[in-house]
Structures are given as structure tokens and as C-alpha cells.
């Protein structure tokens, strides 16, 4: 079959260039740590700021190194399996790709006009029906809570994909000191698209629900 011989011999040429990609990046890593080092020795000539910028610089070239890395392994490793979702496609086919999504992060905004009981603050996690530890009236008035849930819905695969739920409620409606308000939420998530074609794709929803 010449079509499944042509994809069998671009897999292999992409693993060879991923080998390359990875001397490639060991060699940064390398670099960036032997920086990093210099940065920790004590040098009486340079400013304080200097070295911390410095420090900065080379702890995210290193990051980004490890990033890299891992995602090179990663992508070999589906080659090595036989795997065709990362084979780089001919002119004319449909590009495929992996999504991987671990979270959804949400700012969250205070309420107006701003004041240190204004916003919500996280106190709970999990189903709909996570119990909170005020759950009757404060100060007269009864709490109101939201409970947050992301929908997510990949039109390639035709399926939908639900995030944890996370429970808010209003930093006014607790006590005092009880809870600061949350800048922004995370949904953690534990979701992966295989074999997602570029003309798909991937819808958010955010669903309140006021209790």
C-alpha cells in the first residue's frame, strides 16, 4: 500500500528529527543550569538587582527547556507506538493533533463599587450538592451561592466534557475574616482530544447556578 508506506516513512523521518530536536534541547539545559550555578556563586562586582534579574532569566530558560523536552518525548513516544496522530501530513490531508486540557482558569471580578467585603471567595469543591459551613442566614440575611461548572464540547469527537464544580459564595455573606475574596478559580480538568482535525473545534460554556 503506497499511501501507508508514505506515512510509515515520514513517521520515521519525524523521529529522527525529534532526536535531533532533543540533543538540541539537552544542550540548553545545560547551558541554562551551568547559569544558574554562576548566578548562586557570590560575585562582589555585580549588583544585587543584576544577579536577581539574571537569575530570573535563566530559571525561565530552563523551564522552557524542561517544557520542550518533555513535549518532544512525549510526541516520540506516540511514534515509537505506531501511532498516526503526530505523522506530519501531506499537502492536502487533514492536519490531526492532540488537546490536552488539565484546568480552566476564571477571573473572577470583585463587586461594585470595590470594598474589602466585595467578591466571592471558594468554599467548595466538588458536585452540586457540596455542603458549605454557612449554610443558614449570616447577620439576617440568608447566604446566596453559585455553583460554577465548565462544559466543554470537542465538535470532532461529538461528545461533551464536564470540569470539576467549584462553590462561591459572596465574601459579604460570611464572617467577618472568614475568607478573603478570590482573584480568579481554577476548574481542574482531566480531559485529552486525540486524532482533533483542524476544521474542528473545541466550544466553552460556563454554567452558574444560583442556590
Known sequence: NAEANAVERRRTDRIEEIGKLLDSVRQEIISSSSALQDCKAPQKNAPASARSESYFEDSRSLLISCQKQ??????????????????????????????????IRLALKPEAPYSQTG????????????STPYDSPVGGRRPVK???????????EGR????????????????????RAAPLIDLPANIEFMR????????????????
Open 70 to 103: 518533555q513535549a518532544l518525548m512525549e510526541e516520540l513516544s506516540l511514534l515509537n507506538r505506531g501511532s498516526p496522530v503526530l505523522v506530519p501530513p501531506m499537502r492536502g490531508e487533514p492536519l490531526r493533533a492532540r488537546f490536552r486540557l488539565n484546568g
Open 196 to 211: 482533533v482535525l483542524y476544521r474542528d473545534w473545541v466550544t466553552f460554556k460556563l454554567s452558574t447556578t444560583r442556590v
Open 119 to 130: 467578591g466571592f471567595a471558594i468554599v467548595g469543591q466538588g458536585s452540586v450538592g457540596t
Open 160 to 179: 461533551i466534557y464536564h470540569t470539576d464544580t467549584i462553590t462561591l459564595m459572596r465574601v459579604c455573606d460570611l464572617p467577618v475574616g472568614y475568607a
Open 146 to 156: 453559585y455553583h460554577l461548572i465548565a462544559i466543554l464540547k470537542c465538535v470532532g
